[in-house]
């Protein structure tokens, strides 16, 4: 066969196999987790890695959260500090615990949260995603927007937990319409969770006020109208965040911490609840606000 009709053959497979890919996967989740109630979604403020080890008003809400909801087959967490060109999906049995991050106690880097893994899951999830390829990581593991916050959730990780990358070479939409296609993932007992910070600027923290309750006038604003648009389910504001000034602009100088918000509400169903926990400004400059979803 000819090189481009090798090629042309190729691109007329290419489409049909993805489909049945999707279609196969859809039986391994009836296979690998049983059909369950809607699990809800969650986005979690995870703030400083220093709330792994203390006790505060924020974990206390992460603590009390779980404990509304059925205990789940895994997580899937879509974290801000694991940011990749391509989407990646970590398929190891035993994710490693990252100390990602400087500068802190000794205690904090001596946590460990041996929560397995599940590939399973983590082929599933490569399969149920039609929008990009998604290719499955050996080397990542779990990094502190992940387990500093589940830790408290479940603390004797006893819960498999895998964690989706984002891919910061694509925008807001990219995210969000990915994100809807993890759907079918809360029917199979899959806790999904965002791990961020919608109000983040490190450049910016009053150092002075960090643990205070407190927040400049522009990170006040932003969050204000952050909390109106999730209540009304307007998330086409939320996608298009750089349209709104000078607020959202400091408030969200990067967008890492922000999309996993995105990847929460997208999840949304009409029938879905949404309760806002953990709602305090820090620092000047962030804020730990969390939601649930359902």
Same mark, same amino acid.
């Not at 890492?256 to 949404?274: F, G, N, V």
């Given at each position: ?21 999707n279609l196969n ?34 974990? /206390? $809400?992460?603590?009390? &959260?779980? @404990? %509304?909801?059925?205990?789940? !087959? ?113 029917? /199979? $007992?899959?806790?999904? &969770?965002? @791990? %961020?910070?919608?109000?983040? !600027?490190l450049r910016m ?32 504001a939320l996608i ?55």
């Open positions: 066969m000819k090189k481009k009709t090798f090629l042309k053959t190729l691109a007329v497979l290419a489409p049909a196999t993805h489909s049945a890919m996967s859809l039986h391994n989740l009836t296979s690998t987790f049983d059909k369950t109630a809607k699990m809800p979604v969650l986005f979690l403020g995870h703030g400083s890695p220093m709330n792994a080890i203390e006790e505060n008003e924020f974990v /206390r $809400g992460f603590r009390k &959260v779980s @404990s %509304g909801i059925d205990m789940p !087959n895994a997580i899937l967490c879509i974290s801000a500090h694991w940011e990749t060109r391509g989407t990646m999906v970590t398929a190891m049995e035993h994710p490693r615990t990252i100390h990602d991050f400087g500068g802190f106690p000794r205690e904090l880097f001596e946590v460990q949260y041996p929560a397995p893994g599940s590939p399973k899951l983590a082929k599933e999830t490569q399969q149920l995603i039609q929008t990009t390829d998604v290719y499955l990581d050996d080397k990542w593991g779990l990094d502190h927007g992940a387990w500093s916050v589940i830790k408290h959730m479940y603390p004797d990780a006893n819960v498999p937990v895998i964690q989706l990358s984002l891919d910061y070479t694509k925008g807001p939409k990219f995210h969000y319409e990915l994100a809807k296609e993890l759907s079918k993932l809360r029917e /199979r $007992g899959i806790l999904i &969770v965002g @791990s %961020g910070n919608m109000v983040h !600027n923290v009053a150092w002075n006020k960090l643990n205070e309750t407190y927040a400049f006038d522009w990170a006040q604003e932003a969050s204000e109208k952050m909390h109106n648009f999730i209540l009304d389910g307007n998330h086409e298009n965040y750089q349209q709104h000034g000078r607020a959202f602009e400091l408030s969200i100088p990067t967008p890492e911490h922000y999309l996993p918000l995105l990847y929460s509400l997208a999840l949304q169903d009409k029938q879905d609840d949404i309760h806002l926990f953990n709602d305090q400004p820090i620092a000047g400059s962030l804020s730990m606000t969390s939601v649930k979803i359902g």
